[in-house]
């Protein structure tokens, strides 16, 4: 679920407390939180909803001046299904300070050796290679980045978000740089020669 930098401030708020959108299913589930820029929206109720249920209420709640301009933004589709999503709050990103965190100790390279031996299981020393690779080439687009490491940009880029579930990795507007905690972590793989 992609939510908009004025919907974000709006929640940040608490003007913004609603969102509709037609899908499929949800993509996104009560009780978890959904990270953003400005730090995880934590989601509430996600229900099916009567678009004739929607009210000049609701749509000041999802930052909508009425009822007709939320409809009017929301996606056609007549096989998708109308929700109603809740949000209650936002929380901070905890990647973020994680990221911070250069002094790697041997608890902490023990647990990302092994989580790098799991992933790589298939192709030995493939996420290693992309802290190299990041590393050598900050603010490179991705789609340049996965050519060289030989690999789909979508794998590419689903392979740097676990990356940077660890707090290894930042995103920028053009591909990526290492945060402290990825610098120290490629030290160690030189050192290790890993």
């Given at each position: 679920?992609?939510?908009?930098?004025?919907?974000?401030?709006?929640?940040?708020?608490?003007?913004?407390?609603?969102?509709?959108?037609?899908?499929?299913?949800?993509?996104?589930?009560s009780?978890?939180?959904?990270?953003?820029?400005?730090?995880?929206?934590?989601?509430?109720?996600?229900?099916?909803?009567?678009?004739?249920?929607?009210?000049?209420?609701?749509?000041?709640?999802?930052?909508?001046?009425?009822?007709?301009?939320?409809?009017?933004?929301?996606?056609?589709?007549?096989?998708?299904?109308?929700?109603?999503?809740?949000?209650?709050?936002?929380?901070?990103?905890?990647?973020?300070?994680?990221?911070?965190?250069?002094d790697?100790?041997?608890?902490?390279?023990?647990?990302?050796?092994?989580?790098?031996?799991?992933?790589?299981?298939?192709?030995?020393?493939?996420?290693?290679?992309?802290?190299?690779?990041?590393?050598?080439?900050?603010?490179?687009?991705?789609?340049?980045?996965?050519?060289?490491?030989?690999?789909?940009?979508?794998?590419?880029?689903?392979?740097?978000?676990?990356?940077?579930?660890?707090?290894?990795?930042?995103?920028?507007?053009?591909?990526?740089?290492?945060?402290?905690?990825?610098?120290?972590?490629?030290?160690?793989?030189?050192?290790?020669?890993?």
């Amino acid at each position: 679920m992609l939510l908009k930098q004025a919907t974000l401030e709006g929640i940040a708020r608490g003007d913004i407390v609603l969102a509709f959108r037609r899908w499929q299913r949800p993509t996104v589930i009560s009780g978890t939180g959904l990270r953003t820029a400005i730090g995880v929206v934590r989601i509430g109720a996600v229900e099916p909803v009567d678009e004739a249920a929607i009210s000049d209420s609701d749509a000041h709640a999802a930052g909508y001046a009425d009822r007709a301009a939320l409809i009017g933004d929301l996606r056609a589709g007549a096989d998708l299904t109308l929700y109603r999503i809740a949000f209650d709050g936002i929380e901070a990103d905890t990647r973020l300070a994680l990221r911070q965190v250069a002094d790697l100790s041997d608890a902490d390279w023990h647990a990302l050796a092994a989580r790098f031996a799991k992933w790589d299981s298939a192709a030995p020393g493939y996420f290693p290679s992309i802290l190299r690779l990041i590393g050598q080439n900050p603010e490179m687009p991705a789609a340049v980045l996965a050519e060289r490491l030989g690999v789909e940009k979508l794998k590419f880029k689903q392979d740097v978000r676990k990356l940077k579930e660890l707090g290894l990795t930042e995103s920028l507007a053009t591909g990526y740089r290492l945060s402290p905690r990825g610098g120290a972590a490629l030290e160690k793989l030189r050192e290790h020669r890993l």
